[in-house]
């Protein structure tokens, strides 16, 4: 994968390799079947479907409140968004942001860097999309259960509040 892995088990992504990791993310969501997205699933019962094997998306939410509870293979690191929208170039050629009050993560209490990536990526269907997001990635866990725990809010009445009850296995 590339990135630097400091001694507080932080993964740390450079802006290139965190445009690409956005992108394969958007098209990982886009390839579950209708009825599995892994962003409308409010249980975790979807999150393991078409994951890559050489990391673990995990799904952001479309606002409010989710408790999902999953299984990730260990020596994967994780790769989540906070925030995060994409759009195609017919919408705006001009790259853009979401409003951020509050962002931020939490694994077992203890905070997590963010980073901002913003690119160009090209949809499955060969569509040039703007991608924008805040995003959390963590380098693999050592078998056992964790919490991680989402949280922003844009100031404007769009919030974000999603726990993941992880067992790393």
């Known amino acids: 994968m ?3 892995v400091p001694d507080d088990g932080t993964w740390r992504i450079g802006a290139r390799e965190g445009v690409a990791l956005s ?5 990982w969501v886009w390839s579950a079947p209708e009825g599995c997205d892994p962003v409308r699933d409010v249980t975790g019962e ?3 479907r078409n994951q890559p094997d050489d990391l673990w998306f995990l799904a952001g939410t479309y606002g409010g409140r989710v408790v999902r509870r999953c299984e990730v293979p260990t020596g994967r690191p994780l790769f989540f968004p906070v925030f995060n929208m994409q759009f195609p170039f017919e919408y705006s ?17 203890v905070a997590l860097p963010l980073e901002e990536f913003q690119g160009v990526f090209r949809s499955p269907l060969w569509v040039r999309r703007h991608s924008w997001g805040l995003w959390g990635a963590v380098s693999p866990l050592s078998p056992g259960g964790y919490v991680l725990e989402i ?13 993941y009850h992880l067992t790393v296995v």
């Open 2 to 4: 590339g990135g630097v």
């Open 23 to 27: 992108a394969r993310w958007w098209k």
């Open 46 to 48: 979807h999150a393991a």
């Open 93 to 109: 050629r001009e790259p853009m942001a979401m409003p951020v009050a509050r962002a931020d993560a939490h694994l077992n209490g």
């Open 151 to 163: 949280r922003a809010d844009d100031g404007q009445g769009f919030r974000v509040d999603t726990t």
